[in-house]
C-alpha cells in the first residue's frame, strides 16, 4: 500500500535548508520542564514570500518501547509579507517528558513539501 | 536514519476504527471542484471523550510524476464532551485537481498515534 | 483596554464576498449529530491566489446561559495555487449540541483581515 | 448582531490564570527580527489534563492606521498528560514588523473560553 511515509525528506540541515533543527537539552530529568525549540535556516535561509514558505512545523515525542508517539505541538508562520510583516521560522516551546525517547520534528515548504529531523533524548 | 513514517499506520477501515476515509469521485475533470470528505467511523464508531478522542485530518494531494506533495486541508475536532458537546469525525471540503495523482488523509488519535489511507484519482 | 473584537468585521454575505455562511438545521434533538457547513463565495465569489485568499474558518458555540463558549472545529484552506491546486472555501464536519444557542463562524482572509457571522440554532 | 468579541476576555494576568503574556521589546526598528513569546501562568499556573487545559495561542498584528489586522502565528498545546507527557503554555516564535502598532494575543481554554491580552511596541 502507498504511504506518505515516503515524502518525508530528511537531510544535512547545513546544507538542505528545510530540515527543521531541533534544539533541546541532550538529557533531562523525568517530568522536568525544557524548552524545545525548532527552526529551519540556522544555517542557510528559507525564502519567506508569498510564493514560497514553510508554512508550518509539528512535533511528536516517542517514548521507548512505547506503542505510538504523542503530538506535542504546532507552530504556523502565518506573515509571509502581507503588510511588510513576516513571521520567521522559529518555534518553541516547554514540554516534560516522562522517559527517555526520540523528538520528530517535521516542518512543510509550500513547494517543496514535507521535511522531518529527529533527535534523540535522555529522561532520567 | 529514524523517520516518522514508521508511525503512519493503516488498514482496512471496515475492521480498524482509526483509517480515515476517503470519499471522493474516481474521476473529475481538471480544474473541477469535487466535494473532498473524510470521515472516521463508517464501520465502527470511535470514542469521543476527553481521554481518547480523534484531533485532526490533515490531508495532501500528489500528482502523478511531481515530485512533492501539496497541502490541501485541515480539519479539527475541537469539542469533545465539554458541555456535552462534541464534534464528530467528519471533515469536507472542496478541492480542484490539475492531474491524475493520489489523496493521501491522516488522523491522529490522542491514545492511538497517527493513521493514514490512500484514494487514486483520475483527472481528465 | 484595546480588544481584538474591533476586528472581527460582518455585513450580509450577499453582498460582502469575506463574511462566513454557516449552514445548518434550525432546529435538532438535543445529542442529535448534524451537519455544520461553513462556506465562503455562495453570492460573490473570493480570489484563491497565494497573493490574496481565505486560510481559514473557526468555529464555536455558544450554549443559551452558558458563561463561555466551546470551539468546534477549524478548517484550513491550504492550497492556493501551488502546482494548480486548490482548496475552495468549503469546511464541513458534524457536531452535537446539548441545548439551544448560538454557531459563531470567523473566516480569515489575508489581505481583508477577520469575519464572522453567526447563526441562532433551537436544541430540542 | 450577535458578535464574538464580547467572549473575548480579559483582565490583569497577575490576578487572571487565563490570560496570555506577551513578551516582546518596547522598541524594535523597522525589519528587525524579534522573538515575540507568548506565555500563560507566569504569575499563576493553569491546570494541563485532558479535562482541563489551554489549547492554543493565537497572535495577530495591527499596525498604526492600518485598516486590517495581519496574522503572524498559532502555537497549540497538544499533549496533556498523554503517556505522562504535556506541553506547557509557552509559545514563541520571530516576527519582522514594517511600523508601530500593537500585537494581540488570544489563548483558548476548553472550559473557560478565549481570552486575550494587547501589547503595543514602537518600531523604528
Ligand atoms: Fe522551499
Ligand atoms: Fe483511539
Ligand atoms: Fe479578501
Ligand atoms: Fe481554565
Known amino acids: 500500500m502507498k504511504s506518505f511515509g515516503k515524502f518525508l525528506q530528511s537531510g544535512d540541515w547545513k546544507g538542505e535548508k528545510h ?5 533541546a537539552p541532550e538529557k533531562v530529568e523525568s517530568g522536568e520542564a ?8 540556522d544555517a542557510i535561509g528559507h525564502p519567506n514570500t508569498l510564493e514560497h514558505h ?5 512535533v511528536f515525542f516517542h517514548g521507548e518501547g512505547d506503542k505510538f508517539p504523542v503530538e506535542l505541538t504546532n507552530f504556523t508562520f502565518d506573515a509571509h509579507g502581507e503588510l511588510d510583516t513576516t513571521t520567521d521560522y522559529v ?3 516547554q ?11 517535521m ?3 509550500n513547494i517543496h513539501g514535507v521535511w522531518e529531523n ?6 532520567e
Open 19 to 23: 530540515v527543521p533543527v531541533i534544539h
Open 34 to 41: 525544557f524548552e524545545l525549540r525548532i527552526t529551519v535556516g
Open 107 to 109: 516542518s512543510y515548504c
Open 95 to 105: 514540554v516534560k517528558l516522562p522517559k527517555t525517547g526520540t523528538l520528530y520534528a
Open 118 to 123: 529527529t533527535m534523540d533524548i535522555t529522561v
Open 54 to 58: 514553510i508554512k508550518w512545523f509539528k
Open 91 to 93: 518555534g518553541a516551546t
